[in-house]
C-alpha cells in the first residue's frame, strides 16, 4: 500500500477530483493548505503577517491506495492539476505499513 499526497491549485482542485472519482481512486481526502516556497508564482502570492512570509493557497490531496493504482492515480492527477505556470504542485508517494478501520478492527488491504 502506499499513500499520495498531492499539493494541488485551487483553482484545479474540482478538475483532479472529478478524474480521480473517474478512476475509482480509494478515500480521497482534501485539506486546504498554504504552501510557502522558492516555488511559488509573485504573481498568486499573499503576505502571512502569521509567518512573516509569502504563501499560496493550495488543497492537500491524501489517497491510500494498492501499488498496483499508484501510476495511474500519479498519472491521473498530473494530468488534470498541471497549468504549465510555476507553482503547480508537488506529488509524494510513501509507503504505508497498515492500515487500521476503527469501528471494526479490519488491518490491511481490507481496512480502506
Known amino acids: 500500500m502506499k499513500l499520495i499526497k498531492a ?17 475509482k481512486a480509494p478515500r480521497i481526502t482534501a485539506i486546504d493548505v498554504r504552501a510557502m516556497g522558492k516555488e511559488i508564482d509573485p504573481k498568486d502570492f499573499k503576505i502571512s503577517m502569521e509567518y512573516g512570509t509569502t504563501y499560496t493557497t493550495m488543497v492537500k490531496l491524501e489517497i491510500v491506495c ?47
Do not use: C, H
Open 66 to 112: 494498492p501499488d498496483e493504482k499508484v501510476e495511474e492515480i500519479v498519472k491521473t492527477i498530473q494530468k488534470n492539476a498541471r497549468t504549465g505556470k510555476k507553482g503547480d504542485g508537488i506529488i509524494v508517494i510513501s509507503p504505508v505499513e497498515d492500515v487500521i478501520r476503527i469501528r471494526t478492527g479490519e488491518r490491511g488491504k481490507n481496512a480502506y
Open 7 to 23: 499539493y494541488v491549485r485551487v483553482i484545479m482542485i474540482d478538475e483532479v477530483i472529478k478524474a480521480l472519482e473517474k478512476i
